[in-house]
Protein backbone atom coordinates (compact mmCIF):
# COMPACT_ATOMS: atom_id res chain seq x y z
CA UNK A 1 0.00 0.00 0.00
CA UNK A 2 1.42 3.60 -0.90
CA UNK A 3 0.12 7.14 0.03
CA UNK A 4 -1.43 9.04 -2.43
CA UNK A 5 -1.68 12.78 -3.27
CA UNK A 6 -4.83 12.97 -1.68
CA UNK A 7 -3.90 11.87 1.22
CA UNK A 8 -5.16 8.62 1.86
CA UNK A 9 -4.20 5.08 1.13
CA UNK A 10 -4.91 3.56 -2.21
CA UNK A 11 -4.21 0.11 -3.07
CA UNK A 12 -1.18 -0.46 -5.84
CA UNK A 13 -2.87 -3.08 -7.27
CA UNK A 14 -5.60 -1.88 -9.10
CA UNK A 15 -7.37 -5.58 -9.35
CA UNK A 16 -8.01 -5.56 -5.63
CA UNK A 17 -11.98 -5.41 -5.43
CA UNK A 18 -12.91 -1.85 -5.02
CA UNK A 19 -16.70 -2.45 -3.53
CA UNK A 20 -15.97 -3.80 -0.51
CA UNK A 21 -18.00 -3.44 2.40
CA UNK A 22 -16.60 0.68 2.69
CA UNK A 23 -14.02 1.36 5.52
CA UNK A 24 -13.88 5.47 6.56
CA UNK A 25 -10.29 5.55 5.63
CA UNK A 26 -11.21 4.50 1.56
CA UNK A 27 -15.05 6.66 1.66
CA UNK A 28 -13.11 9.78 2.27
CA UNK A 29 -10.37 9.12 -0.50
CA UNK A 30 -11.95 10.24 -4.02
CA UNK A 31 -8.44 9.76 -5.88
CA UNK A 32 -7.16 10.98 -9.45
CA UNK A 33 -8.20 7.78 -11.24
CA UNK A 34 -11.84 8.24 -9.71
CA UNK A 35 -12.27 11.85 -11.09
CA UNK A 36 -10.77 10.60 -14.63
CA UNK A 37 -13.59 8.14 -14.54
CA UNK A 38 -16.76 10.23 -13.77
CA UNK A 39 -15.65 12.60 -16.64
CA UNK A 40 -15.33 9.55 -19.15
CA UNK A 41 -19.19 9.35 -19.84
CA UNK A 42 -19.75 13.00 -19.63
CA UNK A 43 -21.87 13.88 -22.89
CA UNK A 44 -23.71 10.51 -22.42
CA UNK A 45 -27.57 11.16 -23.45
CA UNK A 46 -29.98 10.55 -20.33
CA UNK A 47 -31.56 7.03 -21.89
CA UNK A 48 -27.88 5.77 -22.59
CA UNK A 49 -27.27 2.95 -19.61
CA UNK A 50 -23.91 3.72 -18.50
CA UNK A 51 -24.05 0.27 -15.66
CA UNK A 52 -25.47 -3.00 -16.41
CA UNK A 53 -24.15 -5.19 -13.58
CA UNK A 54 -26.56 -8.44 -14.14
CA UNK A 55 -29.88 -8.30 -14.12
CA UNK A 56 -29.53 -4.34 -12.64
CA UNK A 57 -28.77 -1.48 -15.27
CA UNK A 58 -28.40 1.90 -14.50
CA UNK A 59 -29.54 4.38 -17.39
CA UNK A 60 -27.41 8.35 -16.97
CA UNK A 61 -30.48 9.82 -16.30
CA UNK A 62 -30.69 7.26 -12.59
CA UNK A 63 -26.59 7.79 -12.55
CA UNK A 64 -26.88 11.28 -11.89
CA UNK A 65 -28.12 11.10 -8.17
CA UNK A 66 -24.68 10.19 -7.50
CA UNK A 67 -23.24 13.26 -8.87
CA UNK A 68 -25.83 15.54 -7.05
CA UNK A 69 -24.96 15.79 -3.21
CA UNK A 70 -28.85 16.83 -2.97
CA UNK A 71 -30.55 14.44 -4.90
CA UNK A 72 -32.36 11.05 -3.66
CA UNK A 73 -30.49 7.77 -4.05
CA UNK A 74 -32.24 5.70 -6.94
CA UNK A 75 -33.24 2.33 -6.59
CA UNK A 76 -31.42 1.73 -9.55
CA UNK A 77 -27.85 2.71 -8.29
CA UNK A 78 -28.75 0.80 -5.28
CA UNK A 79 -29.60 -2.55 -7.15
CA UNK A 80 -26.28 -2.33 -9.26
CA UNK A 81 -24.52 -2.19 -6.27
CA UNK A 82 -26.19 -5.18 -4.33
CA UNK A 83 -25.15 -7.26 -7.15
CA UNK A 84 -21.71 -6.02 -7.06
CA UNK A 85 -21.65 -6.98 -3.84
CA UNK A 86 -23.05 -10.31 -4.58
CA UNK A 87 -20.67 -11.26 -6.85
CA UNK A 88 -17.95 -11.07 -3.88
CA UNK A 89 -18.37 -14.77 -2.32
CA UNK A 90 -16.28 -13.43 0.60
CA UNK A 91 -19.11 -10.66 1.63
CA UNK A 92 -21.27 -13.35 1.77
CA UNK A 93 -20.04 -15.09 4.79
CA UNK A 94 -19.66 -13.12 7.72
CA UNK A 95 -18.94 -14.23 11.10
CA UNK A 96 -19.67 -17.56 9.96
CA UNK A 97 -23.30 -16.53 8.72
CA UNK A 98 -24.49 -16.75 5.51
CA UNK A 99 -25.83 -13.58 3.68
CA UNK A 100 -28.80 -13.03 1.27
CA UNK A 101 -29.17 -9.55 -0.25
CA UNK A 102 -32.59 -8.94 -2.07
CA UNK A 103 -32.64 -5.75 -4.40
CA UNK A 104 -34.80 -2.88 -3.58
CA UNK A 105 -38.08 -3.67 -5.58
CA UNK A 106 -38.79 -7.00 -3.57
CA UNK A 107 -39.75 -5.09 -0.70
CA UNK A 108 -42.40 -3.51 -2.75
CA UNK A 109 -43.72 -7.08 -3.75
CA UNK A 110 -43.61 -8.37 0.01
CA UNK A 111 -45.63 -4.91 1.08
CA UNK A 112 -47.82 -5.33 -1.37
CA UNK A 113 -49.15 -8.94 -1.07
CA UNK A 114 -49.08 -8.16 2.95
CA UNK A 115 -51.08 -5.38 2.86
CA UNK A 116 -53.50 -6.50 0.04
CA UNK A 117 -53.47 -10.26 -0.23
CA UNK A 118 -56.06 -11.40 -2.28
CA UNK A 119 -57.02 -7.79 -3.63
CA UNK A 120 -54.02 -7.49 -5.63
CA UNK A 121 -53.85 -8.55 -9.22
CA UNK A 122 -51.68 -11.92 -9.58
CA UNK A 123 -48.48 -12.27 -11.44
CA UNK A 124 -48.97 -13.85 -15.43
CA UNK A 125 -45.81 -15.23 -14.37
CA UNK A 126 -45.39 -18.47 -12.09
CA UNK A 127 -45.65 -17.81 -8.15
CA UNK A 128 -41.98 -17.46 -7.02
CA UNK A 129 -43.13 -17.03 -3.25
CA UNK A 130 -42.01 -20.68 -2.58
CA UNK A 131 -38.49 -20.06 -4.16
CA UNK A 132 -38.05 -17.02 -2.11
CA UNK A 133 -38.95 -18.33 1.01
CA UNK A 134 -36.44 -21.32 0.32
CA UNK A 135 -34.02 -18.89 -0.09
CA UNK A 136 -34.51 -17.11 3.01
CA UNK A 137 -34.67 -20.39 5.04
CA UNK A 138 -31.03 -21.75 3.53
CA UNK A 139 -29.63 -18.62 4.82
CA UNK A 140 -28.50 -16.92 8.12
CA UNK A 141 -29.15 -13.36 7.72
CA UNK A 142 -31.90 -11.78 4.53
CA UNK A 143 -30.82 -8.08 4.14
CA UNK A 144 -34.18 -6.33 2.39
CA UNK A 145 -33.59 -2.60 1.70
CA UNK A 146 -36.68 -0.25 2.00
CA UNK A 147 -37.71 2.56 0.50
CA UNK A 148 -40.03 5.62 1.89
CA UNK A 149 -40.73 6.69 -1.06
CA UNK A 150 -38.37 9.87 -2.58
CA UNK A 151 -37.46 10.54 1.13
CA UNK A 152 -35.75 7.94 2.75
CA UNK A 153 -33.85 4.80 2.77
CA UNK A 154 -33.45 2.05 5.92
CA UNK A 155 -32.15 -1.45 5.97
CA UNK A 156 -34.38 -4.26 7.18
CA UNK A 157 -32.29 -7.68 8.68
CA UNK A 158 -34.17 -10.73 8.89
CA UNK A 159 -32.16 -13.12 11.68
CA UNK A 160 -32.47 -16.50 11.12
CA UNK A 161 -30.53 -17.60 14.31
CA UNK A 162 -31.63 -14.98 16.61
CA UNK A 163 -35.04 -15.15 15.31
CA UNK A 164 -35.83 -11.30 15.00
CA UNK A 165 -35.99 -8.96 12.48
CA UNK A 166 -33.43 -5.81 12.93
CA UNK A 167 -33.32 -2.44 11.50
CA UNK A 168 -31.01 -0.42 10.85
CA UNK A 169 -31.99 3.12 10.51
CA UNK A 170 -30.00 6.21 10.44
CA UNK A 171 -32.68 8.50 11.27
CA UNK A 172 -33.71 5.95 14.16
CA UNK A 173 -32.74 4.95 17.69
CA UNK A 174 -29.18 2.65 17.27
CA UNK A 175 -26.57 1.74 19.78
CA UNK A 176 -24.11 1.50 17.14
CA UNK A 177 -22.92 5.24 16.44
CA UNK A 178 -21.33 4.43 12.86
CA UNK A 179 -24.31 3.60 11.95
CA UNK A 180 -26.03 7.23 12.72
CA UNK A 181 -23.82 9.44 11.12
CA UNK A 182 -24.00 9.92 7.86
CA UNK A 183 -21.28 12.52 6.93
CA UNK A 184 -18.68 9.92 5.13
CA UNK A 185 -21.55 8.39 3.18
CA UNK A 186 -22.03 12.40 1.30
CA UNK A 187 -18.09 11.77 0.51
CA UNK A 188 -19.10 8.38 -0.58
CA UNK A 189 -21.81 8.93 -3.18
CA UNK A 190 -18.57 9.92 -5.99
CA UNK A 191 -16.99 7.10 -4.86
CA UNK A 192 -19.45 4.73 -5.24
CA UNK A 193 -19.81 6.38 -8.76
CA UNK A 194 -16.20 5.12 -9.85
CA UNK A 195 -16.82 1.82 -8.45
CA UNK A 196 -19.47 1.12 -10.90
CA UNK A 197 -18.18 2.27 -14.06
CA UNK A 198 -14.57 0.65 -13.75
CA UNK A 199 -15.93 -2.69 -12.18
CA UNK A 200 -15.35 -5.80 -14.05
CA UNK A 201 -18.84 -6.79 -13.70
CA UNK A 202 -20.19 -3.41 -15.44
CA UNK A 203 -21.02 -4.57 -19.00
CA UNK A 204 -23.03 -1.71 -19.98
CA UNK A 205 -19.96 0.48 -21.97
CA UNK A 206 -17.77 -2.34 -22.47
CA UNK A 207 -17.52 -2.78 -26.08
CA UNK A 208 -19.18 0.70 -26.88
CA UNK A 209 -17.26 3.74 -28.32
CA UNK A 210 -17.59 6.72 -25.59
CA UNK A 211 -17.64 10.49 -27.27
CA UNK A 212 -17.54 12.70 -24.87
CA UNK A 213 -18.06 16.28 -25.23
CA UNK A 214 -15.58 18.64 -23.50
CA UNK A 215 -18.99 21.14 -22.88
CA UNK A 216 -20.42 18.52 -21.05
CA UNK A 217 -17.97 16.95 -18.77
CA UNK A 218 -18.83 15.57 -15.58
CA UNK A 219 -16.63 17.78 -13.09
CA UNK A 220 -16.47 15.80 -9.88
CA UNK A 221 -14.64 19.32 -8.18
CA UNK A 222 -18.30 20.94 -8.66
CA UNK A 223 -19.26 18.58 -5.97
CA UNK A 224 -16.94 19.31 -3.34
CA UNK A 225 -17.45 23.19 -4.29
CA UNK A 226 -21.29 23.01 -3.51
CA UNK A 227 -20.61 20.86 -0.37
CA UNK A 228 -18.13 23.48 1.38
CA UNK A 229 -18.98 25.47 4.11
CA UNK A 230 -19.73 28.95 4.28
CA UNK A 231 -22.24 29.87 7.03
CA UNK A 232 -20.78 28.24 10.31
CA UNK A 233 -22.21 29.61 13.78
CA UNK A 234 -21.20 27.61 16.51
CA UNK A 235 -23.07 28.54 19.71
CA UNK A 236 -24.56 27.22 21.37
CA UNK A 237 -23.94 24.02 19.29
CA UNK A 238 -22.86 23.91 15.65
CA UNK A 239 -24.87 25.29 12.47
CA UNK A 240 -23.28 24.92 9.03
CA UNK A 241 -24.45 26.39 5.64
CA UNK A 242 -22.75 25.05 2.47
CA UNK A 243 -23.29 26.78 -0.92
CA UNK A 244 -25.72 24.57 -1.88
CA UNK A 245 -28.06 25.42 1.16
CA UNK A 246 -26.99 28.97 0.40
CA UNK A 247 -27.97 28.86 -3.41
CA UNK A 248 -31.27 27.06 -2.00
CA UNK A 249 -32.75 30.25 -0.01
CA UNK A 250 -33.32 32.11 -3.29
CA UNK A 251 -34.91 29.23 -4.76
CA UNK A 252 -38.55 30.16 -4.36
CA UNK A 253 -39.37 26.97 -5.50
CA UNK A 254 -37.74 24.96 -2.46
CA UNK A 255 -38.70 24.54 0.79
CA UNK A 256 -36.65 26.29 4.22
CA UNK A 257 -34.14 23.96 5.23
CA UNK A 258 -34.14 22.52 8.86
CA UNK A 259 -30.52 24.52 9.41
CA UNK A 260 -31.37 27.47 7.69
CA UNK A 261 -34.33 27.80 9.90
CA UNK A 262 -32.34 27.13 13.21
CA UNK A 263 -30.08 29.47 12.11
CA UNK A 264 -32.98 31.98 11.87
CA UNK A 265 -34.48 31.51 14.98
CA UNK A 266 -30.97 32.24 16.74
CA UNK A 267 -30.53 35.55 14.12
CA UNK A 268 -33.26 36.54 15.99
CA UNK A 269 -32.60 35.38 19.77
CA UNK A 270 -28.90 36.41 19.70
CA UNK A 271 -29.87 40.14 17.93
CA UNK A 272 -28.37 43.13 20.59
CA UNK A 273 -31.70 44.77 20.40
CA UNK A 274 -33.29 41.19 22.02
CA UNK A 275 -32.44 42.75 24.91
CA UNK A 276 -34.46 45.72 24.48
CA UNK A 277 -37.46 44.32 23.68
CA UNK A 278 -40.59 44.35 25.90
CA UNK A 279 -41.59 42.00 27.03
CA UNK A 280 -38.51 39.86 26.98
CA UNK A 281 -38.70 36.91 24.60
CA UNK A 282 -37.06 33.33 24.75
CA UNK A 283 -36.45 32.02 21.05
CA UNK A 284 -36.20 28.19 21.05
CA UNK A 285 -35.70 26.27 17.63
CA UNK A 286 -36.44 22.76 15.84
CA UNK A 287 -34.15 20.43 18.53
CA UNK A 288 -36.67 21.70 20.96
CA UNK A 289 -39.72 20.26 18.95
CA UNK A 290 -37.29 16.85 17.82
CA UNK A 291 -37.03 16.27 21.25
CA UNK A 292 -40.13 16.50 21.77
CA UNK A 293 -40.76 12.73 20.49
CA UNK A 294 -43.34 14.35 18.01
CA UNK A 295 -44.62 12.16 15.09
CA UNK A 296 -41.68 10.05 15.45
CA UNK A 297 -42.42 6.19 15.62
CA UNK A 298 -42.84 4.64 19.35
CA UNK A 299 -39.67 2.57 19.11
CA UNK A 300 -37.52 5.50 18.04
CA UNK A 301 -38.57 7.66 20.55
CA UNK A 302 -36.22 8.89 23.80
CA UNK A 303 -36.71 10.57 26.80
CA UNK A 304 -34.64 13.08 27.30
CA UNK A 305 -33.26 14.07 30.50
CA UNK A 306 -34.18 16.97 32.32
CA UNK A 307 -30.81 18.67 32.28
CA UNK A 308 -30.37 17.98 28.95
CA UNK A 309 -33.97 19.71 28.33
CA UNK A 310 -32.87 23.06 30.44
CA UNK A 311 -30.35 23.92 27.77
CA UNK A 312 -32.79 24.49 25.71
CA UNK A 313 -33.69 27.73 27.93
CA UNK A 314 -30.27 29.17 28.51
CA UNK A 315 -29.48 32.43 27.92
CA UNK A 316 -28.51 32.43 24.03
CA UNK A 317 -25.02 34.49 23.00
CA UNK A 318 -24.96 37.99 22.92
CA UNK A 319 -29.01 38.66 24.19
CA UNK A 320 -28.12 39.13 28.39
CA UNK A 321 -31.76 38.02 28.60
CA UNK A 322 -32.25 35.49 31.28
CA UNK A 323 -35.42 32.92 30.84
CA UNK A 324 -36.85 34.15 33.97
CA UNK A 325 -36.85 37.81 32.79
CA UNK A 326 -39.15 36.23 29.77
CA UNK A 327 -42.81 36.17 29.36
CA UNK A 328 -43.22 35.28 26.01
CA UNK A 329 -41.37 31.29 24.65
CA UNK A 330 -41.67 30.91 21.12
CA UNK A 331 -41.82 27.27 20.16
CA UNK A 332 -41.10 26.97 16.12
CA UNK A 333 -42.30 23.57 14.12
CA UNK A 334 -42.17 21.92 10.97
CA UNK A 335 -44.85 19.37 9.42
CA UNK A 336 -44.67 18.36 6.01
CA UNK A 337 -42.61 21.00 4.76
CA UNK A 338 -44.68 24.00 6.54
CA UNK A 339 -43.52 25.62 9.10
CA UNK A 340 -45.74 27.13 12.30
CA UNK A 341 -44.96 28.57 15.64
CA UNK A 342 -46.61 28.73 18.83
CA UNK A 343 -45.90 31.78 21.24
CA UNK A 344 -46.38 30.81 24.81
CA UNK A 345 -47.15 33.75 27.01
CA UNK A 346 -46.32 32.45 30.97
CA UNK A 347 -47.83 35.57 32.25
CA UNK A 348 -51.14 35.28 30.74
CA UNK A 349 -51.17 31.60 30.40
CA UNK A 350 -52.19 31.44 26.57
CA UNK A 351 -50.84 29.77 23.73
CA UNK A 352 -50.83 32.09 20.14
CA UNK A 353 -51.09 29.79 17.18
CA UNK A 354 -48.91 31.69 14.84
CA UNK A 355 -49.58 29.29 11.33
CA UNK A 356 -49.21 30.80 7.59
CA UNK A 357 -50.78 27.75 6.34
CA UNK A 358 -54.60 28.54 5.49
CA UNK A 359 -57.31 27.23 7.62
CA UNK A 360 -58.68 24.67 4.79
CA UNK A 361 -56.91 21.99 6.70
CA UNK A 362 -59.12 22.22 9.99
CA UNK A 363 -62.56 21.09 7.68
CA UNK A 364 -62.18 17.74 9.54
CA UNK A 365 -61.92 19.42 13.37
CA UNK A 366 -64.85 20.63 15.41
CA UNK A 367 -62.52 23.75 16.63
CA UNK A 368 -59.60 25.30 15.25
CA UNK A 369 -57.18 24.40 17.72
CA UNK A 370 -58.09 20.57 17.94
CA UNK A 371 -55.68 20.28 14.89
CA UNK A 372 -52.82 21.44 17.09
CA UNK A 373 -53.94 19.55 19.72
CA UNK A 374 -50.99 16.27 19.11
CA UNK A 375 -48.24 18.90 19.15
CA UNK A 376 -49.68 21.13 21.78
CA UNK A 377 -49.37 17.71 24.22
CA UNK A 378 -46.13 16.92 23.29
CA UNK A 379 -44.86 20.48 23.68
CA UNK A 380 -46.20 20.33 27.04
CA UNK A 381 -44.91 17.31 28.60
CA UNK A 382 -41.57 17.91 27.33
CA UNK A 383 -41.49 21.68 28.88
CA UNK A 384 -42.55 20.41 32.05
CA UNK A 385 -39.78 17.93 32.41
CA UNK A 386 -37.19 21.09 31.16
CA UNK A 387 -39.27 23.21 34.28
CA UNK A 388 -37.85 20.62 36.77
CA UNK A 389 -34.28 21.65 35.98
CA UNK A 390 -34.99 25.24 35.01
CA UNK A 391 -37.56 26.29 37.54
CA UNK A 392 -38.60 23.80 40.27
CA UNK A 393 -41.43 25.94 41.47
CA UNK A 394 -43.35 25.34 38.08
CA UNK A 395 -46.76 23.95 38.42
CA UNK A 396 -48.60 24.10 35.60
CA UNK A 397 -49.65 22.39 32.74
CA UNK A 398 -49.17 24.54 29.08
CA UNK A 399 -51.99 22.04 27.91
CA UNK A 400 -54.31 23.56 29.95
CA UNK A 401 -53.75 27.17 28.88
CA UNK A 402 -56.07 29.28 26.68
CA UNK A 403 -55.55 29.56 22.74
CA UNK A 404 -55.64 32.43 20.62
CA UNK A 405 -55.26 32.85 16.57
CA UNK A 406 -53.49 36.41 16.18
CA UNK A 407 -55.41 38.57 13.39
CA UNK A 408 -53.35 39.67 10.34
CA UNK A 409 -51.11 36.68 9.95
CA UNK A 410 -50.20 36.13 5.99
CA UNK A 411 -51.55 32.92 4.46
CA UNK A 412 -50.19 31.21 2.16
CA UNK A 413 -50.68 28.19 0.17
CA UNK A 414 -46.72 28.40 -0.61
CA UNK A 415 -45.79 25.69 2.08
CA UNK A 416 -41.74 26.89 0.46
CA UNK A 417 -42.49 30.26 2.32
CA UNK A 418 -43.98 29.50 5.19
CA UNK A 419 -40.44 29.29 7.30
CA UNK A 420 -39.28 32.67 5.96
CA UNK A 421 -42.85 34.34 7.47
CA UNK A 422 -42.63 32.45 10.90
CA UNK A 423 -39.07 33.44 11.40
CA UNK A 424 -40.17 37.34 10.99
CA UNK A 425 -43.65 36.95 12.58
CA UNK A 426 -41.70 35.50 15.84
CA UNK A 427 -39.89 39.09 15.59
CA UNK A 428 -42.54 41.09 15.42
CA UNK A 429 -44.82 39.55 17.80
CA UNK A 430 -45.43 41.50 21.19
CA UNK A 431 -48.05 39.03 22.98
CA UNK A 432 -51.22 41.50 21.96
CA UNK A 433 -50.78 42.06 18.47
CA UNK A 434 -47.78 42.59 15.43
CA UNK A 435 -46.10 45.49 15.57
CA UNK A 436 -46.04 45.54 11.98
CA UNK A 437 -47.54 44.35 9.15
CA UNK A 438 -45.60 41.54 7.14
CA UNK A 439 -45.86 41.66 3.32
CA UNK A 440 -45.49 38.34 1.76
CA UNK A 441 -43.38 38.48 -1.17
CA UNK A 442 -41.27 35.46 -1.30
CA UNK A 443 -38.25 36.92 -3.25
CA UNK A 444 -37.59 40.26 -0.81
CA UNK A 445 -38.24 37.38 1.65
CA UNK A 446 -35.76 35.43 0.83
CA UNK A 447 -32.92 37.93 -0.48
CA UNK A 448 -32.94 40.00 2.75
CA UNK A 449 -32.80 36.85 4.85
CA UNK A 450 -29.86 35.57 2.66
CA UNK A 451 -27.96 38.63 3.60
CA UNK A 452 -28.93 39.27 7.08
CA UNK A 453 -27.43 35.45 7.29
CA UNK A 454 -24.14 36.48 5.64
CA UNK A 455 -23.97 39.20 7.64
CA UNK A 456 -24.74 37.71 11.27
CA UNK A 457 -21.91 34.76 10.20
CA UNK A 458 -19.36 37.63 8.82
CA UNK A 459 -16.80 36.34 11.07
CA UNK A 460 -16.31 32.95 9.63
CA UNK A 461 -17.62 33.09 6.67
CA UNK A 462 -15.97 36.06 5.10
CA UNK A 463 -13.16 34.61 3.75
CA UNK A 464 -15.34 32.42 1.08
CA UNK A 465 -16.93 35.72 -0.44
CA UNK A 466 -16.22 37.50 -3.49
CA UNK A 467 -14.68 41.13 -2.61
CA UNK A 468 -16.65 42.61 -4.82
CA UNK A 469 -19.80 40.76 -2.91
CA UNK A 470 -18.48 41.99 0.58
CA UNK A 471 -18.15 45.42 -0.82
CA UNK A 472 -22.00 44.94 -1.60
CA UNK A 473 -22.89 43.61 1.82
CA UNK A 474 -21.13 46.46 3.74
CA UNK A 475 -23.24 48.73 1.43
CA UNK A 476 -26.59 47.77 2.80
CA UNK A 477 -27.39 48.77 6.52
CA UNK A 478 -31.39 48.20 6.78
CA UNK A 479 -32.14 45.36 5.74
CA UNK A 480 -35.78 45.43 6.81
CA UNK A 481 -37.28 47.65 3.46
CA UNK A 482 -39.79 46.66 1.68
CA UNK A 483 -40.54 43.37 4.24
CA UNK A 484 -43.69 45.46 6.02
CA UNK A 485 -46.81 46.72 4.28
Same mark, same amino acid.
Given at each position: ?????????????????????????????????????? *? #???? %??? +??? @?? &? /?????????????????????????????????????????????????????????????????? *? #???? %??? +??? @?? &? /????V??????IP?N???????????????R??????S?????????T?????????????????????????????????????????????????????S?????????????????????????????????L?????????????????????????????????????????????????????????????????????????????????????????????????????????????????????????????????????????????????????????????????????F??????????????????????????????????????????????????I
Amino acid at each position: MEENAEGGLESVDMKVSRHNKPKKVHVKVICAQDKQII *K #SIGG %LGD +DRT @VV &R /VGDAFVTMHNFKCLLERSEYLNGDVINAYINLIAAEKHLLYRDGSSIYLENSLTFYILYRDGRYGE *K #SKPS %LKE +DTI @VE &R /VTNYVSHDMVFIPINIERTHWYLGVISGKKREIQVLDSMGKMGRDELTYAGDMEKFRLKLAAILLESDNNTAIESEDTESNADETIDPNEFYAYSKEWVISSNPYPITVNLEKLQGILNVNMPMDRDIFNLGARMLACDVLTSFREPKCHFLDLKFLWDCNYRRHPLHRVKPEPKKLATYFDVWPNSGVTFSECQLVFVPYRSCESYGVFALDRKDRIIAIIDPTPFSQWNDYNHPSFYYLPKIQKIAKTYERAMEEVDPMWNDDVYDWRHIFPSFVPKTMDSCLTGFLVLELMNSWDGQLFHRLLRADARMLRKWFLIEALKFTWDRCAPNIPEDLKAALHSIGDTRRGKYI
